[in-house]
């Protein structure tokens, strides 16, 4: 799956196991249609592992930790299960640990896997969501991260977490307290408590966190470097439905014409190939994807391709879109200068985002950029710049599945 894309589920029970390289510490939210818990008796953790139609499973360290969700036993009211993660040990982030979820059926079938892209500073994540829509159970990628642990979701959703106690001056000879906390109350791990005490009541909604150098548009025009994301969005707002993908080159050696073809592929929820908008195929999805030609020399300013996108008559099967140049000729790229893609505003012509290509190998493809729908329903660009041996966009199918 892709951030944002969902699944119907086949079963009414199912198990989301959450893998990574370290231990995990899972967790399941049962929420109701505002998005927040009914009591702490609806956060289902390793210290309360028991709710309403959601239990925790430990793996035993040896196996995936996992969230089994019953629909049929879902209480009414309820309409969405999240499933968290934070890595066990105290502070670590999910960069380089990529967790995987993977939901399955109550017979141990595969029904859709996910592993969020782009991770960096997040220290805890909700990964999947099992949601109510139209009186039937749906699973939808999610990959939403927070800088500020688990503490930072249960606070989000409104589970109470506790402060930590402050030391005492000095041992005194009284009874000892209790520090079980009421039956109603769950247990609070320290590893959900807040990182630092605070005089507020409860600490306000957690931030995303910023990721693997995701910026958004507030500041104006912005210039990616390989693997950066900027979130097409402007005060919190989608920015626009139609946009201009320009991709430009230029031959390395005066004289000498190359002609690349730019295209782009576009996939479904489980990375499936949807179809592929090439100077073979101009118009794609009912036209909401237009390609203005090819261009078979490279020379002279400006854009040498361009592809039009319609991002709000996409269907809802499209989730992400990867854009491609290939040589036929069978020129590679270390014959080609200034690549770049760039993303425009088709309504002013406003530059919005550039990502220039500094770096040339051997090769006949290249995966220059992909945008991603979010479960939000905002699109993603993420800078990508990855070789791939290949002269036409077929060969470019399977490696970009792989790169969503």
Known sequence: MTPGSNIPL??????????????????????TADGKVRSDDDFIFYNQPSGPGVTYR??????????????????????????????DAAGQTFQGIEPTATIKADDGSVLATFTPPQLGTETALVIV??????????ARAVGQGYANGLAGIATDFGVSVEEPAAPAPAPAPVQPVQAMPAPTTPPVDPRVAPPAPTAAPAAPPAAPAPGAGK??????????????????VKGGQPLL???KMGLGWEPAFRGKDIDLDASVIAFGPQRNHVDSCYFGKLSIV?????HSG??????????DEVIVVDLGRLPQEVTGLVFTVNSFSGQKFTEVAKAYCRLIDAATGEELVRFDLTNAEAQTGVMMAKLVRQFSGEWDMTAMGDFVK?????GMVKPAAQAL
Do not use: F
């Open 241 to 243: 439905s139609q946009v």
């Open 286 to 290: 009912n036209g909401a994807i237009k």
């Open 58 to 87: 430990s793996g035993g360290g040896t196996a995936p930790d996992a969230i089994v969700v019953d629909t049929a036993a879902v209480p009414p009211g309820i309409e969405k299960i999240v499933v968290t993660a934070s890595p």
């Open 294 to 303: 090819d261009n078979l020399t490279g020379e002279g300013g400006g854009d």
């Open 129 to 138: 969501e099992i949601y109510l829509r139209n009186g039937a159970w749906k």
């Open 390 to 394: 290949s002269r036409t966009v077929r």
């Open 215 to 232: 910026i958004n548009l507030d500041k104006g025009r912005v210039s990616l470097q390989k693997n950066q994301t900027v979130s097409l």
């Open 10 to 31: 086949s079963t009414a029970r199912v198990a989301v196991d959450v893998a990574a390289p370290v231990r995990l510490d899972v967790s399941g939210l049962l929420l």
